[in-house]
């Protein structure tokens, strides 16, 4: 068969490379955007909002296709139904395609009402508009993402976001560059624009790819085992009832960072700021902060995105211990990534504002308080995907619900009051609240108890360690002169290496675990020298 099977970590991999990729280029040309004088933080204001409502609109429009269509797909190709899956896939197109459809036209049309009359901020409308088509375009990429997703085929999944991102930035700087000398919010539709321009793209290839296997396919489902056909009402209806839990925590993720474009742009009038000044204060949190701490976030996607499809085949195959096996070794992983990242960001803030955004270095206080929210969202992320797998799907849209019904009042009564700080630090308490909760829930369902030590305690050890190494390596380097951009690189790598070696010297990841790494052999092998020379030195 064309369309190959990829093992757990395997697919874990794939998935994390491109994030990785993906989130650097975004960070790329948001730092070129940023860094002209007429776009700065007041058109990454505009960029920004119009953005979150694009993203409400296309979680609800969208429905959590992949995760849905790769839940069911997955199970029905644990069984050896071939045919069932394929005929999952080409309903879900119809009906996903339609929704999108309607949602697009209702943005494009309805956005001088959403930019006036729900965000005070008119300057949003023309962004709103450059984006509505590209809702039909990801409803269409998602739905043959999840199909790829659910036969554990993580390759074309990420090939097309890279090149989606690849077209995204080109064509995001291109079109800003051709809009010079216009406003700031004619500057960000243009470079909102590129966003439906990529989604056209990465269709257009993912449709190439199924065309070109289509063939292939067939002949597998052909010789694949018969089972009885279900007509496509009942796969509709199925499809709408997974969808609906499953975007869930998609929608509610959404809506809070619009409840932040809402409240923080009328909490910080309030405080008072003219609208410039507000959207310049509004830019630095959504055109900086989070940007860098979207890194870590789509280091970790990864597992969520593999956990779901894995977890689900584990349990039709009745192998709940695979399932629970793969889920403490995802968090271990997911603590391990989150940990470090948000220790490096916090102490590291300043000089990496001065190396990134050297014409628009404000906002690094902002980022020493909202980067310990990385933490919680990486590991809510795992639980999330964990939860789904084992079909506890309204869960971690619930728990994140409440963490935004907590943001909101913060947002709202204490904005008006302290200004800028307020929406850095409710971040933090939204994702602390969902992370929580979800975990409660997750062991509950599991009914195990979580190995803290192994989860966190030691990984927290590995971080402190690597902090004070960290803070004190770039205090050197800047005591002997040699600048910011060589201290805070330097600093960083030292870093890397320092919290490396403190995962093999703790024994944090046991041989098993560091082989499904990537060089895991390797790092196997230094784990177990490391044991030897440990054990002979006792000796002596």
Same mark, same amino acid.
């Given at each position: 068969?064309?369309?190959?099977?990829?093992?757990?970590?395997?697919?874990?991999?794939?998935?994390?490379?491109?994030?990785?990729?993906?989130?650097?280029?975004?960070?790329?040309?948001?730092?070129?955007?940023?860094?002209?004088?007429?776009?700065?933080?007041?058109?990454?204001?505009?960029?920004?909002?119009?953005?979150?409502?694009?993203?409400?609109?296309?979680?609800?429009?969208?429905?959590?296709?992949?995760?849905?269509?790769?839940?069911?797909?997955?199970?029905?190709?644990?069984?050896?139904?071939?045919?069932?899956?394929?005929?999952?896939?080409?309903?879900?197109?119809?009906?996903?395609?339609?929704?999108?459809?309607?949602?697009?036209?209702?943005?494009?049309?309805?956005?001088?009402?959403?930019?006036?009359?729900?965000?005070?901020?008119?300057?949003?409308?023309?962004?709103?508009?450059?984006?509505?088509?590209?809702?039909?375009?990801?409803?269409?990429?998602?739905?043959?993402?999840?199909?790829?997703?659910?036969?554990?085929?993580?390759?074309?999944?990420?090939?097309?976001?890279?090149?989606?991102?690849?077209?995204?930035?080109?064509?995001?700087?291109?079109?800003?560059?051709?809009?010079?000398?216009?406003?700031?919010?004619?500057?960000?539709a243009g470079s909102t624009l590129a966003t439906t321009v990529a989604a056209s793209v990465a269709f257009?290839?993912?449709?190439?790819?199924?065309?070109?296997?289509?063939?292939?396919?067939?002949?597998?489902?052909?010789?694949?085992?018969?089972?009885?056909?279900?007509? +496509? =009402?009942?796969?509709?209806?199925?499809? #709408? %009832?997974?969808? @609906?839990? *499953?975007?869930? /925590?998609?929608?509610?993720?959404? $809506?809070?960072?619009?409840?932040?474009?809402?409240?923080?742009?009328?909490?910080?009038?309030?405080?008072?700021?003219?609208?410039?000044?507000?959207?310049?204060?509004?830019?630095?949190?959504?055109?900086?902060?989070?940007?860098?701490?979207?890194?870590?976030?789509?280091?970790?996607?990864?597992?969520?995105?593999?956990?779901?499809?894995?977890?689900?085949?584990?349990?039709?195959?009745?192998?709940?211990?695979?399932?629970? +096996? =793969?889920?403490?070794?995802?968090?271990? #992983? %997911?603590?391990? @990534?989150? *940990?470090?990242? /948000?220790?490096?960001?916090?102490? $590291?803030?300043?000089p990496i504002f001065q190396l990134v955004f050297p014409n628009a270095t404000a906002g690094a206080r902002?980022?020493?308080?909202?980067?310990?929210?990385?933490?919680?969202?990486?590991?809510?992320?795992?639980?999330?995907?964990?939860?789904?797998?084992?079909?506890?799907?309204?869960?971690?849209?619930?728990?994140?619900?409440?963490?935004?019904?907590?943001?909101?009042?913060?947002?709202?009564?204490?904005?008006?009051?302290?200004?800028?700080?307020?929406?850095?630090?409710?971040?933090?308490?939204?994702?602390?609240?969902?992370?929580?909760?979800?975990f409660i829930i997750l062991f509950r369902t599991l009914k195990q108890k979580p190995n803290m030590k192994?989860?966190?305690?030691?990984?927290?050890?590995?971080?402190?360690?690597?902090?004070?190494?960290?803070?004190?390596?770039?205090?050197?380097?800047?005591?002997?002169?040699?600048?910011?951009?060589?201290?805070?690189?330097?600093?960083?790598?030292?870093?890397?290496?320092?919290?490396?070696?403190?995962?093999?010297?703790?024994?944090?990841?046991?041989?098993?675990?560091?082989?499904?790494?990537?060089?895991?052999?390797?790092?196997?092998?230094?784990?177990?020298?490391?044991?030897?020379?440990?054990?002979?030195?006792?000796?002596?």
């Amino acid at each position: 068969m064309a369309i190959k099977k990829q093992t757990f970590m395997n697919g874990v991999l794939i998935i994390m490379f491109s994030q990785v990729l993906i989130k650097l280029l975004g960070f790329i040309y948001r730092i070129i955007l940023t860094n002209f004088p007429q776009f700065a933080d007041e058109g990454n204001s505009y960029y920004g909002s119009g953005f979150q409502v694009y993203t409400l609109i296309l979680a609800i429009a969208t429905m959590g296709i992949p995760n849905t269509i790769s839940k069911l797909v997955s199970e029905k190709m644990a069984i050896g139904d071939k045919r069932g899956a394929h005929r999952i896939f080409r309903t879900a197109m119809v009906v996903f395609t339609s929704i999108a459809v309607l949602f697009a036209l209702g943005l494009f049309f309805g956005a001088d009402a959403i930019s006036t009359g729900v965000l005070k901020n008119p300057g949003v409308k023309y962004t709103l508009m450059a984006l509505s088509p590209a809702i039909i375009f990801v409803a269409m990429s998602a739905t043959m993402r999840g199909y790829f997703v659910g036969m554990q085929n993580m390759t074309q999944y990420s090939k097309t976001q890279i090149i989606e991102q690849i077209v995204n930035s080109v064509f995001s700087v291109i079109f800003v560059v051709m809009l010079l000398g216009a406003t700031p919010e004619i500057m960000a539709a243009g470079s909102t624009l590129a966003t439906t321009v990529a989604a056209s793209v990465a269709f257009a290839y993912l449709l190439r790819y199924y065309n070109k296997n289509k063939r292939d396919l067939w002949k597998d489902i052909k010789h694949s085992e018969k089972f009885a056909l279900e007509p +496509k =009402k009942k796969i509709a209806k199925k499809l #709408i %009832s997974y969808a @609906i839990p *499953l975007s869930f /925590a998609s929608v509610v993720v959404a $809506l809070s960072g619009v409840i932040d474009i809402v409240t923080v742009m009328d909490g910080l009038q309030k405080f008072g700021y003219d609208i410039v000044t507000a959207n310049e204060k509004f830019g630095i949190l959504l055109g900086k902060v989070d940007i860098l701490n979207a890194i870590p976030l789509s280091i970790n996607v990864a597992f969520s995105v593999a956990l779901v499809p894995f977890i689900s085949s584990a349990i039709a195959r009745h192998r709940k211990d695979e399932a629970v +096996k =793969k889920i403490n070794y995802s968090l271990k #992983i %997911s603590s391990l @990534i989150a *940990l470090p990242c /948000a220790a490096g960001l916090f102490i $590291l803030a300043e000089p990496i504002f001065q190396l990134v955004f050297p014409n628009a270095t404000a906002g690094a206080r902002l980022l020493q308080i909202q980067c310990w929210m990385i933490i919680f969202a990486v590991i809510d992320q795992t639980l999330s995907g964990s939860l789904q797998g084992l079909g506890k799907l309204y869960v971690p849209g619930a728990c994140l619900a409440i963490g935004a019904i907590l943001k909101y009042i913060l947002n709202v009564t204490l904005i008006p009051i302290y200004g800028e700080v307020i929406p850095a630090i409710t971040t933090i308490v939204y994702n602390f609240t969902a992370c929580a909760l979800c975990f409660i829930i997750l062991f509950r369902t599991l009914k195990q108890k979580p190995n803290m030590k192994e989860l966190f305690v030691k990984p927290i050890f590995a971080t402190i360690c690597m902090s004070i190494i960290t803070f004190l390596t770039y205090k050197l380097l800047m005591f002997l002169n040699l600048g910011n951009a060589i201290s805070t690189i330097s600093s960083l790598i030292i870093a890397f290496i320092t919290y490396g070696f403190c995962v093999i010297k703790f024994h944090i990841l046991n041989a098993e675990e560091l082989k499904q790494l990537p060089f895991g052999d390797k790092l196997s092998k230094i784990g177990k020298k490391t044991k030897k020379v440990e054990k002979n030195v006792k000796k002596c």
